[in-house]
């Protein structure tokens, strides 16, 4: 098994107060104990979910002093459905269904009425055939509550997990204590979750964990954040003396400094002259919403209306992705969450989130018939009716015809008058912002190590190397 180390003593990268999970506003951690859940402070993380899983979810906390009329220990969302924990008033209800619109599998059943100020533990199973809710006091003696005989599954987009949160109720929050400590998610009998981060000071720590770790070996920069998959992770390092390295700005082509993104305002947009030769072309676009604006642009190529020929994407605020293809919309809950990084991909009829299949379209193929605009649309002619501009960090766009790779957008700077936008590898073509006279924001410079007389400035870092444990 391979770890990371230094020379010297052993450290570790997670601190105990690090959820596994994306945090929303300002809710508080201590020792791995979750409070100050509020309409706008919660955490929410993404799950490998899908229809074949079998799972299991534990929680455990401390009920509140007085209950509120409506709160929620958790919900595993799918556009307002899909798994709902919740109390109303002092009883523990759950919600089940297998689709978008109603609770088939289960409403509203009852499972226990609690005692204020009260440490419980729930456990909540699928097995395949059965629905199953145990209650414990101590964490060691389970009690069964409910057992709903139903193979029907929760659907695989279902794959948001909000803690003492319901993303479609913000006002319905847990109001006691989550310990994250001991929450976790087990599919097909492997944990994939965890609410903390698993944080090891001994050796026999680590012999507890190794089993459910993986290990990740750092690099300069990375295009998608790996932890945003919120697998349980530990990064083993042995310290050692810090050395000097030489960095430069990462030039993609002569005159262009690469940069981390670039963001758009609501007024800046990014015009191509590649017009796809087919609507089955595969696209990888990377980037995050900052702002929940409605009907932000994503790509966008269209006909003589917003429904001719068209192959485009949408944020639609509050929703996700709305996919465009020739005449037909379909919205999807893909893209919900603001400052966090996507990866989107249209591959033909197919539209990806992060890996994750969230839906097929069933038109027949078409030609487009205008070139593609990145971050905001148009239609009736070339770039004409310019609207629906978005509020986004722009990391890298990649379109592939018949599996080779045609274009390769990377953000970036040109020296010459530091104009900000996309620089296409293949073509060595450099496309700047179209919108106003307000450029785009960008984040930091790419760096790249070099000798010391390349260098734009020199920076310290530790001296890493592999080993094995």
């Given amino acids: 098994m391979k770890i990371l180390k230094k020379q010297g003593r052993r450290y570790y990268k997670y601190s105990k107060d690090t959820p596994d999970a994306h945090k929303v506003g300002t809710p508080m951690v201590r020792d791995g104990i979750l409070s100050g859940l509020g309409t706008a402070s919660y955490y929410f993380t993404h799950l490998p979910f899908s229809e074949a899983s079998n799972w299991e979810i534990v929680w455990k906390g401390t009920t509140p002093t007085t209950?509120?009329?409506?709160?929620?220990?958790?919900?595993?969302?799918?556009?307002?459905?899909?798994?709902?924990?919740?109390?109303?008033?002092?009883?523990?209800?759950?919600?089940?269904?297998?689709?978008?619109?109603?609770?088939?599998?289960?409403?509203?059943?009852?499972?226990?009425?609690?005692?204020?100020n009260t440490l419980y533990w729930f456990k909540f199973e699928y097995t395949?055939?059965?629905?199953?809710?145990?209650?414990?006091?101590?964490?060691?003696?389970?009690?069964?509550?409910?057992?709903?005989?139903?193979?029907?599954?929760?659907?695989?987009?279902?794959?948001?997990?909000?803690?003492?949160?319901?993303?479609?109720?913000?006002?319905?929050?847990?109001?006691?204590?989550?310990?994250?400590?001991?929450?976790?998610?087990?599919?097909?009998?492997?944990?994939?979750?965890?609410?903390?981060?698993?944080?090891?000071?001994?050796?026999?720590d680590y012999d507890f964990y190794k089993d459910e770790v993986e290990y990740y070996t750092p690099t300069l920069t990375t295009d998608v954040d790996?932890?945003?998959?919120?697998k349980p992770k530990i990064t083993m390092y042995l310290e050692c003396p810090e050395k000097?390295?030489?960095?430069?700005?990462?030039?993609?082509?002569?005159?262009?400094?690469q940069v981390e993104f670039i963001q758009s305002n609501g007024s800046q947009y990014i015009q191509t002259d590649y017009k796809p030769p087919t609507s089955l072309i595969k696209i990888r676009y990377v980037c995050e919403f900052i702002r929940n604006n409605n009907n932000q642009c994503l790509w966008c190529t269209r006909g003589a209306t917003t429904t001719t020929t068209t192959l485009t994407s949408f944020?639609?605020?509050?929703?996700?992705?709305?996919?465009?293809?020739?005449?037909?919309?379909?919205?999807?809950?893909?893209?919900?969450h603001l400052n966090y990084k996507y990866e989107f991909i249209q591959d033909g009829l197919n539209f990806y989130e992060n890996g994750k299949l969230k839906t097929t379209h069933t038109q027949a193929e078409f030609v487009p018939t205008q070139p593609m605009s990145f971050l905001a649309s148009f239609y009736n002619g070339t770039y004409t009716n310019i609207e629906?501009?978005?509020?986004?960090?722009?990391?890298?766009?990649?379109?592939?015809?018949?599996?080779?790779?045609?274009?390769?957008?990377?953000?970036?700077?040109?020296?010459?008058?530091?104009?900000?936008?996309?620089?296409d590898t293949i073509t060595?073509?450099?496309?700047?912002?179209q919108g106003t006279f307000i450029d785009f924001d960008k984040g930091n410079y790419i760096l790249e190590e070099c000798n010391i007389e390349e260098s734009d400035y020199w920076k310290a870092r530790p001296d890493y190397t592999i080993v094995e444990f």
């Fill in 226 to 230: 790996d932890s945003r998959y919120n």
């Fill in 128 to 204: 395949g055939t059965e629905y199953v809710i145990h209650v414990s006091y101590d964490g060691v003696e389970w009690e069964e509550r409910i057992r709903i005989a139903n193979a029907t599954r929760l659907p695989f987009t279902c794959d948001d997990l909000y803690i003492g949160y319901r993303k479609a109720y913000t006002g319905e929050f847990w109001p006691g204590t989550i310990d994250l400590n001991e929450m976790y998610v087990k599919m097909n009998g492997k944990i994939v979750w965890r609410g903390m981060r698993a944080f090891v000071s001994t050796e026999e």
């Fill in 428 to 433: 060595n073509m450099f496309y700047s912002n």
């Fill in 67 to 116: 209950f509120p009329s409506y709160c929620n220990l958790f919900t595993l969302d799918c556009s307002s459905y899909g798994f709902l924990a919740y109390f109303n008033s002092s009883t523990m209800r759950v919600h089940f269904s297998s689709n978008r619109s109603s609770w088939d599998i289960a409403s509203n059943l009852e499972v226990i009425t609690v005692q204020p």
């Fill in 244 to 257: 000097k390295v030489a960095y430069k700005h990462k030039q993609i082509y002569p005159g262009y400094k």
């Fill in 388 to 423: 629906n501009y978005s509020y986004q960090k722009l990391y890298h766009v990649q379109i592939w015809e018949n599996d080779i790779l045609v274009r390769d957008f990377l953000p970036c700077e040109r020296i010459v008058d530091s104009a900000l936008g996309l620089f």
């Fill in 315 to 336: 944020y639609i605020s509050g929703s996700g992705i709305r996919t465009d293809y020739n005449t037909v919309t379909v919205q999807t809950n893909a893209g919900r």
